[in-house]
């Protein structure tokens, strides 16, 4: 049964900042100080845990957790599959960013088992989420070649096998729950310009999904699976949302990559729910 | 016998900037960068040696080592023995950042057996040193639960139990030597907005310890413990009013956190000694 | 034979800013960040691609590679085996940044094992290239203690082992084919007080060698030695002089080490061809 009561990004925010909700990492090695950052500027709690005896235990207290696969050492690849099996048992929403799935052999294999515990939300370029449900041959790295709207249909199916929501990167985001569509159209150019611009969005949209669980009563495993999928894509959509407008004010007085990163902080600490109700452009 | 001679912040900066101490980083994966920008700004010499063929060579040479358990990977657990082992045979100081220590299980494990060399200064948040000192249940990751305040006892303890010093962080840092009592009144609350605040400090602590320990005549293990302890305590004390002072300088221009972490850097470079004799807040 | 036909740095940056060359990055942990961001604010695109079942396959596919071997953990010594392996044999041009060498074991031996596959260009550095070259006892990490111009006949015979290029970095960079010696006196101090300051710049080398190689027809490994050399000399005086120049324009707006990093990054950016003619100062 659908509960289906949308959220806006700008009342997500606000309950995010309450919730402070604690973001278990499990990261690449390029992006892993600014998605701390990133999580602390926005009001979240980063935590990096991410060797194999350690991480299943963390993600049954975390409120979300991030796997990331741009790096994965052997050690991460067994942090996350504990992780993520923790995460599933004990209802703990999660995100997957298969970086650079289909061009590379060990993390296309880990992505297709992790996708086994049905994440919450998968995250990735148009390339990458054509690879990860089998429909494309992946691209070269984290560079998008194939465009948003190339892979909606990918998006979908994707979305109807996890019970959850898939969001695709581009100009303009796509976000899906298999059934509805969300375009966010807040973003700015400069985002591929500085290194984990992409990656951090994975951890913020695991910070919304943790914030937006805690709303729900009971606990362990989504049993209502309509619920669990518009949660998801509230989340999804509050995270491209938010992130976007803040790296829109940054790039108004950035001179180049190097102070856009920095401005991007300072933005995403300082943006507040008035700002973003006014400036979300959904459709 | 106690030769308490203790010794200003500003002298130590002065010395430090002489010395340019070169400090071993055994950290984690987040706060590496960071870290060693830190060091570079003061004007101590960053060197992340941390493999197990090479970190307890690296160690005997090195002025001073931190160990930082954040993201304790197989081959950097082996490294942190072998290079805690080295510096206390070689009378070269070492800091113990026991992150999350007493919440999660594989570094809980790794701290206790760490602690056995007696770090010179242990350095953590009053959840931390609680659960190293075996007085609480730890905190969920890199957060403070607890107050300084409430670490008091804890702390005594344990610098008695390492003959060094241990200093707990908060809105007002305390540091003891086990016995006198310091405690520095520096810092900002953007401190926590920035990943890596914490830990810096560990690494700032290194440097310290390398500059003061390097006036001591002589080499080899110290065998005067209460000399050993006093320099311990100035260089701990050092560390946290030089680093906050500098925190404080960037937080009058910064417009967030990531404009603040940019600016510490900056203030890091530039401060001088008779702006910590000024403005050092210690009682 | 040889086909001198010397490209001005200028030329090269236009060549760069058109090809957008991938560059996968086999680096240490602690400039993984600062190096991508480096690369994308160049115009280049970087890829971190270091566990041992991936960096082969994606070698053959890369515009150029850098293995610095800042911090060799076990995955990354065998991913730099399998990528500069596959590089060799597809003519992709690599570069070697041998951080330490001499002064630590693992990485002295390994550096001696890749030299084999003959790079195309080697960075460090003076005391790092007498120590490959078996002249020197090695530094102390990633200072330099001896002078570039000290390193010159060390750099020389390297250069005619490996049939490429040899750049030593220090006030005034000196780079040689192994005949050819070109001085580039381009750059800043405040380059050796941001971490990664010299590890970004051999990643700047693979860009401009994957960007030139690419200009020669045919693949498969080189067979034209001296031509090889040429390009490889002239990749390596354009990234030392574009760096460096971008270098001087950030100094001129820095308030220390921190804003530096930032202003160079915007720096790099915003350089263009006529800047680079107007700018470089070659000898």
Redesign the interface.
């Known amino acids: 049964m659908s509960l289906r009561t949308s959220a806006h990004p700008s009342d997500l925010l606000t309950l995010l900042r309450e919730r402070q909700p604690?973001v278990q990492c499990i990261t690449?090695?390029?992006?892993?100080?600014?998605t701390?950052?990133v999580l602390?500027?926005l009001g979240a709690?980063?935590?990096?845990?991410?060797?194999p005896?350690?991480a299943g235990?963390?993600a049954r207290?975390a409120s979300g957790v991030l796997v990331n696969l741009?790096?994965?050492?052997?050690?991460q690849r067994d942090a996350a599959r504990a992780a993520v099996a923790a995460a599933a048992e004990a209802g703990v929403p999660w995100v997957l960013d298969p970086v650079?799935v289909g061009?590379?052999?060990?993390?296309t294999a880990l992505a297709r088992e992790l996708l086994l515990h049905k994440p919450t939300i998968v995250r990735g370029n148009a390339s990458e989420i054509l690879a990860l449900a089998g429909a494309g041959a992946g691209g070269?790295?984290?560079?998008a070649i194939d465009s948003a709207e190339a892979a909606e249909e990918a998006a979908r199916s994707l979305a109807l096998l996890t019970g959850g929501a898939v969001a695709v990167s581009g100009p303009v985001d796509l976000v899906t729950d298999g059934t509805a569509v969300v375009r966010v159209a807040n973003g700015h150019a400069l985002l591929?310009?500085?290194?984990?611009g992409g990656c951090a969005l994975g951890a913020v949209m695991a910070a919304f999904a943790g914030a937006t669980t805690a709303i729900a009563p009971g606990s362990g495993p989504d049993t209502d699976g309509s619920a669990r999928a518009s949660r998801a894509l509230d989340a999804a959509v509050a995270a491209s949302s938010v992130y976007g407008i803040a790296a829109e004010h940054a790039a108004r007085s950035?001179?180049?990559?190097?102070?856009f990163?920095?401005?991007?902080?300072?933005?995403?600490?300082?943006l507040d729910a008035p700002a973003v109700r006014a400036e979300a452009r959904l459709s």
Request: negative net charge.
């Open positions: 604690l690449n090695a390029v992006v892993t100080g600014f701390a950052n602390l500027a709690s980063p935590a990096m845990v991410d060797i005896d350690e235990g963390f207290i741009g790096t994965p050492t052997g050690e650079a061009a590379l052999p060990v993390r070269r790295g984290v560079d591929t310009r500085v290194t984990g950035a001179a180049g990559p190097g102070s990163a920095v401005g991007l902080l300072d933005a995403l600490a300082a």
